[in-house]
């Protein structure tokens, strides 16, 4: 699943390609891909209008088309591709913004959970998807106040991360490596943890997806990013997908656990319990 990073780097790849470009027409080959509206609707709202921007909040891909925001979540394996826009419909192609330029933006999803939103600027954060969405570690505001106010609970720390209403754009990738970054064993109760080891947390989660958007984002199994890019930052990962293999920091074993209902990996002597 892309997190930030990959969302990111998505948003950066994309936006030099349909930027100030107008939309002409909409083909909704998925109408169930679009939410709260009507097909009908959501078409005439946009066609006519130029995609002035890409912006993005945690996971969240927000085109400014018009004076509308269309809010685009790539869940599990959603990308775009740019195309002519008179080519035959490809399989798992589920929207096809025509331009003005003679090509087009396509939305690929083999797993058919992305989904879009369209919202007026005044409600863009006061109704789903949005409204509930947290600050982004790497966000110049970001309060940390705020977040240790939400890790007052009784959950494992892998599972709060993960929740987008706590901090947002963290995935199971990124939480393994900040938890190993700040020694914090995943299962460790939330509210349990210091403020200073908070502090520490929301550190290593800012370092680290700053050098995962600098490296284009992880690459591995099946996601690639939305022009076919692959990011670097998979030879940077000091847990994930590092099961049996040395730890980076005191050479013991990584392990793998189900926790959080996640396969999670960590290193259990730089990352003790309790
Ligand atoms: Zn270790």
Redesign the pocket.
């Known amino acids: 699943m892309p997190e930030l990073p990959e969302v990111e780097t998505v948003k950066r790849s994309l936006e030099p390609l349909v930027k100030n470009r107008t939309i002409e027409d909409v083909l909704i080959y998925y109408p169930k891909m679009v939410k709260d509206v009507d097909n009908e609707v959501f078409k005439n709202s946009v066609i006519g209008k130029p995609i002035k921007r890409i912006e993005r909040l945690g996971k969240h891909l927000m085109f400014k088309v018009g004076d509308l925001t269309m809010i685009i979540h790539l869940r599990m394996e959603g990308k775009f591709l740019i195309k002519q826009k008179n080519t035959p419909k490809d399989t798992h192609e589920h929207l096809r913004f025509i331009l003005s330029d003679g090509r087009a933006l396509s939305y690929y999803d083999v797993r058919k959970f992305g989904t879009v939103h369209l919202r007026e600027e005044a409600e863009l954060f006061t109704t789903k998807p949005l409204m509930h969405v947290a600050e982004e570690p790497i966000s110049e505001t970001f309060d940390i106040l705020k977040l240790k106010k939400k890790l007052k609970s009784n959950r494992p720390i892998k599972a709060a991360i993960l929740d987008q209403t706590v901090i947002s754009g963290i995935g199971n990738i990124y939480a393994d490596e900040i938890l190993f970054c700040a020694r914090i064993h995943p299962e460790t109760t939330a509210k349990t943890l210091s403020p200073y080891r908070i502090e520490k947390l929301a550190h290593c989660a800012k370092d680290i997806l700053n050098r995962a958007v600098e490296s284009g984002g992880t690459t591995i199994r099946t996601y690639k990013n939305a022009l076919g890019i692959d990011g670097m930052f998979q030879l940077h990962l000091n847990v994930h997908m590092r099961e049996g293999e040395a730890?980076k920091?005191?050479?013991?074993t990584i392990k793998k656990e189900k926790i959080a209902g996640r396969g999670t990996y960590f290193?259990p002597?730089?990352?003790k319990k309790g």
């Open positions: 730890c920091n005191c050479g013991r290193c002597t730089c990352q």
